[in-house]
């Protein structure tokens, strides 16, 4: 800025009086400009310490997560000592502890130890997450998964209902609430359909998606030509495949790290900074049915997605990545009933030659079986069970549940032990990079905190700006309000005052004002949400009320 001749000698003088009594003057310092922050959080789902050691034993080399181990988090959600996905999601990304299935909304019963109680009417209260914060504060946003994008874990980063199991109401969510890369599976619960996950609301959410200018990608080659900024990738009608399998059953889709990598060259075009959330979802898949070949595939493929996180925050200097599972599954250890006693003297290779035997899952093997089971051998052998023996081979054939035999004999040559097919309550590794890193023992809730920090906002405040009960917030400006059921697939918010009408559609971001003859569609950067009791809306939803 150029200042004239005249006010530089008047600035002068000021200048000299003001110094007189000390007022901190503005430091511009072009060098120190700090810029944007990033957050990159990365989960892999149902991940036990035991299988990443595996993993890596069977890698043969370190991991990318090992250079930046940093603690452990406890894992534990408001009514278990061993956690769902969903709340043990809502509690990474919102920094509340809440109920099983419950995704992005208050717990209704709280009875782990050292938690304070929570008041009856804030029970199944939305609460806001870490991308819609970083939403509010300009940023670019991506959500990553294997799974469908819709899961519990993803849905948790983006969403807010009851049960997890929600998908057209999450889905919606998703669809409306703007953000900017979204890559996964599911398909399917974007459109009506006979699937199990299609949508009964009859909405078109691709259509949608296209009035939204999103770029729609649904293959690798798709995804990798995309120039947009807007990218909504979706690969598969539910869940992607495990990485081992992809290339002989599903070639045409893009592996964790290549849509992290996709991602991040995407949204680091944003001035104002990116949250970035990555799932690599299938671990829990394979460690609850007990295939160690799953668990290693997808855990290995999650660690090359890591090191892409790591290397971009290397690069930039203001990023900070977090890697961490959110719970135990399975109980797998190295050892098991067969190692008793030789446990000591037990060489590496006795656990990894037989699972590198495998050349795919159980999932990606079972996939190849023919119908008249003629190709059992041939199954068995992709699985890595080679050289059955005669016993081994009439259990394949005789059971009913060719799967659970197929893991428990590979389990069984690899020395691999399994407790449980559920989750464990076990404190996990936490893996963290950048500028304030998180280290030591922590709750899963304070990493949301942290990243919220880091971004510059308050999760708190955030939930008193974004989800404000809308009965009481009408009712109090005067308004006579209903909740409309009639049709029980979109319910609405109807809202009267005078000549005015106010409808509120549940999980859009939009609201229609109604005024006599007039009728007017505001469209909002939040999103309106229905947790079967009441409806919540954003502080910017309410300055509409006059
Ligand atoms: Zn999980």
Known sequence: MKVSKKWSSLFLASAIALSSIS????????????????????????????????????????LAMDEILSGAVRTYSADSAITDSAPAATALATGHKSNDKFVGVLPAVINSPGLEPIAKEDAYRPVANVLEGAKQQGKATGLISTSEIQH?????????VKNRSQYDDIAEQQVYQNIDVVLGGGLESLAPGTTKNARKDGEHLVDVLKEKNYDIVKTRDE?????????????????????????????????LAEMTNKAINTLKKDEDGFFLFVEGSKVDWAAHANDTVGIISDILSFDAAVKEAVDFAKKDGNTMVIAVTDHGNSGITMGNVNTTSTYSYTPVSAYIDPLKKAKMTIEGALSQLKEDKSNIVEVAALYGLDNLSENELATLKSTKDLGKEMVKMLANRANIGYTTGGHTGEDVFLYSFGP?????????????????????????????????????????KGYTSKID??????????????????????????????????????????????????????????????
């Open 23 to 62: 007022i901190a003057q503005p430091q511009v310092q072009a060098a120190e400009v700090k810029k944007p922050t990033n957050v990159i959080m990365l989960v892999m789902d149902g991940s036990s310490n035991n299988a990443v050691t595996l993993s890596r034993w069977y890698k043969g080399q370190s």
């Open 152 to 160: 519990a874990t993803p849905a948790g980063f983006s969403a807010h």
């Open 223 to 255: 995804l990798f030509k995309s120039k947009s900024s807007k990218i909504w990738g979706s690969f598969a009608p539910s869940d992607l495949a495990y990485d081992l399998d992809r290339a002989t059953t599903r070639a045409s889709e893009p592996t």
């Open 436 to 476: 304030s890193k998180i280290t030591g023992l922590v709750e899963n809730t304070d990493l949301a905190h942290t990243m919220a920090k880091f971004m510059g906002f308050d999760l708190n405040k955030l939930s008193d700006d974004l989800y404000i009960p809308a009965t009481k917030a009408f009712t109090e």
């Open 485 to 546: 059921l009639s049709d029980k697939e979109n319910p609405k918010f109807i809202a009267q005052k005078k000549n005015v009408t106010i409808t509120i559609p549940v999980n859009k971001n939009t609201v229609l004002y109604e005024q006599d003859k007039t009728a007017k569609t505001h469209t909002f950067d939040t999103i309106n949400v229905y947790n079967g009791t009441d409806f919540y809306v954003s502080k910017k939803v309410l300055k509409l009320l006059k």
